[in-house]
């Protein structure tokens, strides 16, 4: 298995640009979400998914497009990028047996875009 | 709501010294907890969980965690500190049965020789 893979590993926009951070895992997991991380901020979550059709809002959802057509794939698009959002993204997985806080909510991480706004 | 708190942003300790990050936690009900840890340039990867079974976590490199609901902590501890330990360590809780995480701030840990 691959795991959770992302592209690109870096980009560098203009303001005013669009584009889509690629997420795929292979691992059929139902939940899928984005991650921005910020210095001396952790991760925030963007968006969330559990499960193909279905997505939500997380924490910091403004001028962030989510869709999840298909189980494997959850890709994030800028639709006019700004300097604040000049950040490094994660995806991350995880199955609905682990969801739950009895089964633990354990989720796995890919490698992370870092993305620069200028 | 759910909410974690990592008490410093920054430790650091002398190679074979024992290691300490602090975590407080806030939730509503039974939480599960988890400690990952992020090398330079690298995602995350998670070190131990806590999901209401025992109170003393064990997780991978020697670390443990032990879950005090008295204090609402999740301290994470190592016996003796290695130099491939230095990274940046979160405290996470478990926000219900949606899938959603919410991070510390995160603490960088340095490890001199």
């Known amino acids: 298995n691959a795991g959770v893979t992302q592209t690109p590993k870096f980009q560098v926009l203009k303001t005013g640009q669009s584009m889509t951070l690629q997420c795929a895992q292979d691992?059929?997991?139902?939940?899928m979400s984005w991650y921005r991380q910020d210095p001396g901020m952790g991760l925030r979550l963007i968006h969330y998914?559990?499960?193909?059709?279905?997505?939500d809002q997380g924490e910091v959802p403004n001028g962030y497009n989510v869709s999840r057509s298909t189980t494997e794939d959850f890709p994030l698009r800028l639709l006019s990028a700004a300097p604040s959002q000049t950040s490094v993204y994660f995806c991350?997985?995880?199955?609905?047996?682990?969801?739950?806080?009895?089964?633990?909510?354990?989720?796995?991480f890919g490698p992370g875009t870092r993305l620069t706004v200028l | 709501a759910q909410s974690v708190t990592q008490l410093d942003s920054h430790v650091s300790v002398s190679e074979g010294t024992p290691v300490l990050l602090r975590c407080n936690y806030s939730?509503?009900?039974?939480?599960?907890l988890f400690w990952y840890v992020q090398h330079p340039n690298k995602g995350l990867q998670l070190l131990l969980k806590?999901?209401?079974?025992?109170?003393l976590v064990k997780g991978i490199n020697g670390f443990e965690a032990e879950f005090k609901k008295s204090e609402t902590s999740f301290h994470l501890t190592k016996p003796s500190a290695h130099m491939s330990d230095a990274a940046e360590y979160f405290c996470?809780?478990?926000?219900?049965?949606?899938?959603?995480?919410?991070f510390g701030q995160g603490t960088t840990l340095q490890v001199k020789p």
């Open positions: 991350a997985s995880s199955p609905r047996r682990l969801a739950g806080v009895s089964a633990g909510g354990e989720q796995f």
């Open positions: 691992m059929n997991h139902e939940y």
């Open positions: 998914s559990v499960g193909a059709g279905i997505t």
């Open positions: 939730s509503s009900y039974s939480p599960s």
């Open positions: 806590y999901t209401s079974a025992a109170t």
């Open positions: 996470v809780v478990s926000a219900g049965n949606t899938g959603k995480l919410i």
